[in-house]
């Protein structure tokens, strides 16, 4: 079994320095690990202290490896050509959000090469992301995971190992189509309440202490400021979670012959109500 992760001596390759992935690169330099960082835009990285390098490849002498890209073709393709130059025993922690599948397939090709791959995804937003108070979803080898902890736990205030290799990103796709199940509810709920001249705030407070309460209803406001910051990145709608996610959830559903009918709704109209929303937020 490899040692735990020491970083004293290992250096991280940060993949991806978007909403999620900026704060979390912060945390693992503001908790003292070495960073070198990849993005397509390297001015991401301003004021990071961090090494910025332009290709995968330049990152193969990282003993850890964390990717925070848009999906699974990012992922596959960043790792198709880093993997087979890791050492014995590195680590790549794949915190992007991805179909179960994928993680899987990755995961084995990994281990051919006798690199250790998690499927970590997160959850808790960049407020979290800065403060290293994450939710980590962890599937794969659990002596990987033992290995990987001290990294994790730089991000993450929670790590659950959830299973094997996939399961961290079946629980995510699972934690995506909750969250935005309620957050379609609470709109629909807001407009009806609105109709009858009662104003979003009241209903709000209302529901705060019944049975209508929720995450959402408790940050209601999260996903516009969410959607600002992806308009202020440049990154397309359909990269966004309450799009991407939520087709994810629709495959990863019919590649395991599993019916969604809920998420297939969500996927064909929520994305036009919450970006509406933010933009109405925005205007006013």
Not at 25 to 52: F, I, N, T
Not at 178 to 190: I, P
Not at 232 to 243: K, Q, Y
Not at 256 to 269: E, R, T, W
Request: aromatic share 4%; charged share 25%; with cysteine.
């Amino acid at each position: 079994m490899a040692q735990e992760i020491d970083r004293t001596t290992t250096t991280i390759g940060f993949a991806g320095l978007g909403n999620l992935g900026r704060p979390m690169a912060e945390s693992l330099r503001r908790d003292g690990w070495s960073l070198k960082v990849l993005d397509q835009e390297p001015a991401r990285a301003d004021g990071l202290e961090a090494d910025v390098v332009d290709s995968p490849r330049d990152l193969a002498e990282c003993g850890v490896i964390a990717l925070a890209v848009p999906d699974d073709e990012a992922v596959t393709e960043i790792l198709g050509e880093l993997v087979p130059l890791l050492a014995a025993e590195s680590v790549v922690l794949v915190h992007s959000t991805i179909l179960p599948g994928t993680a899987q397939r990755l995961a084995r090709e990994a281990e051919d090469q006798n690199v250790g791959l998690l499927d970590v995804p997160v959850s808790g937003g960049a407020d979290r992301a800065l403060s290293g108070s994450l939710t980590v979803m962890a599937g794969g080898r659990e002596d990987v995971l033992a290995q990987a902890r001290p990294v994790l736990d730089s991000v993450a205030e929670t790590v659950l190992h959830v299973g094997p290799s996939g399961a961290g990103a079946a629980v995510k796709l699972a934690n995506q189509l909750m969250m935005f199940a309620a957050l379609a509810g609470v709109q629909e709920a807001l407009d009806l309440a609105g109709a009858y001249g009662v104003p979003e705030q009241t209903v709000l407070e209302a529901v705060s202490t019944s049975t209508g309460d929720s995450w959402i209803t408790r940050n209601w406001g999260f996903f516009d400021r969410v959607a600002a910051a992806y308009d202020e990145a440049g990154t397309p709608v359909r990269n966004r979670p309450w799009s991407k996610d939520l087709w994810d959830v629709v495959a990863a559903a019919r590649e395991s012959d599993v019916q969604v009918p809920l998420a297939g709704l969500l996927a064909q109209h929520l994305a036009d109500r919450v970006e509406a929303r933010a933009r109405k937020g925005s205007s006013s």
